[in-house]
């Protein structure tokens, strides 16, 4: 299967792109990790696949804004 084809069936199936359901689960994730005190957010940031924890505070202002 192509990429594009892939890409059109799944949003087609889903109802959001392949970037928003990866961003979705990443929400999830983070939003369940953040509520245990004995993680960092530096641990966090690499359980979602992020570089660092600038980038899980911009996608918290995406979330919530």
Do not use: C, W
Not at 48 to 62: D, H, K, N, Y
């Amino acid at each position: 299967m192509s990429t594009r084809n892939f890409t059109r069936v799944f949003k087609h199936t889903t109802g959001m792109t392949v970037h928003q359901y990866i961003t979705l689960l990443r929400q999830e994730v983070i939003t369940k990790l953040s509520q245990q005190p004995d993680i960092s957010a530096h641990q966090i940031a690499s359980a979602v696949g992020l570089a660092s924890e600038r980038q899980i505070a911009r996608l918290a202002q995406r979330m919530y804004s």
